[in-house]
């Protein structure tokens, strides 16, 4: 079954530098992330969100602790950065479809698949459209949907929406939630913005300055699907105000 779940029991990290003493980055994280739960990772510059997100993703390997998958053995992962690089001489459908044709498999299944996602997004109409063509939103998106365009249970976000202005921004995050609610993906996100935070997921980790721990994992039980009520709500500012009461 293409799902995941993971635990992560006692993790740490410790990059050792040439010319100055061991950056400590992580220390003593435990976490359990269902499938199909969309996470949040806050905190402090430099506490470490990025290499948490980096180990469990495979990308970066703990000094010390273990990370155990569930569902699917070596689970696939769909990764969307803050500078998404698309390739400029391709169009939106196919920078879209990319890992498809790299991976040999443009079934028919999976091209309806990415049509599909295509429309989600709000991209049906620039398929034929060069990236220099597109706003630094609409690259964005084109850069979710091919995370998504393989089917990988897992995606992992850092900081994507964190080159936008507000306005985009706030219109991605309603976006990529009806995506996230089709396709009932496992999510962890990392940013900046506590707001983000609270308005996409179901649980936020909140980190410690360096070295990384978690202070508190803050369950957001605000009611889906999320929309601009969300946000004028007194429970959304409620969460994040206690968000930053703790990061601060
Ligand atoms: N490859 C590396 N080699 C050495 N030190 C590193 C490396 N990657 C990260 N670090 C250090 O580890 C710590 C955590 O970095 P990381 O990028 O995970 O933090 P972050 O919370 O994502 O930061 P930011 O919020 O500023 O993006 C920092 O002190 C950073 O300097």
């Not at 061991?22 to 506490?47: M, Y």
């Not at 299944?109 to 459209?129: C, H, P, Q, V, W």
């Not at 994992?217 to 969300?230: K, S």
């Amino acid at each position: 079954m293409n799902e995941v779940s993971f635990s992560a029991k006692n993790i740490g990290k410790i990059y050792h530098n040439l010319l100055k003493d061991d950056t400590v980055a992580l220390q003593n994280i435990n976490l359990d992330i269902k499938n199909g739960e969309f996470i949040s990772i806050i905190g402090p510059s430099g506490c470490g969100k990025s290499t948490l997100l980096r180990i469990i993703g495979g990308l970066d390997s703990p000094t010390s602790g273990t990370l155990t998958y569930s569902g699917e053995e070596n689970p696939e992962l769909g990764f969307v950065f803050q500078d998404s690089v698309l390739l400029p001489w391709k169009n939106v459908e196919e920078n879209a479809g990319f890992p498809l044709k790299i991976k040999k498999i443009e079934t028919k299944k999976n091209m309806d698949n990415l049509d599909n996602l295509l429309e989600l997004a709000g991209l049906a109409d620039f398929k034929k459209s060069l990236p220099r063509e597109l706003s630094g939103g609409m690259k964005q998106r084109v850069s979710i949907v091919r995370a998504l365009s393989y089917d990988a249970p897992l995606l992992l976000m850092d900081e994507p929406f964190g080159a936008l202005d507000a306005i985009t921004r706030d219109h991605l995050n309603i976006e990529l939630l009806k995506i996230w609610d089709k396709t009932k993906k496992t999510v962890l996100f990392v940013t900046h913005s506590i707001e983000e935070a609270t308005f996409l997921s179901d649980k936020v980790i909140v980190m410690t300055s360096r070295p990384g721990q978690i202070k508190e994992i803050v369950d957001i039980d605000l009611p889906r699907p999320r929309n601009e009520e969300t946000r004028n709500s007194t429970d959304f500012s409620k969460y994040n105000q206690y968000l930053r009461e703790m990061i601060e």
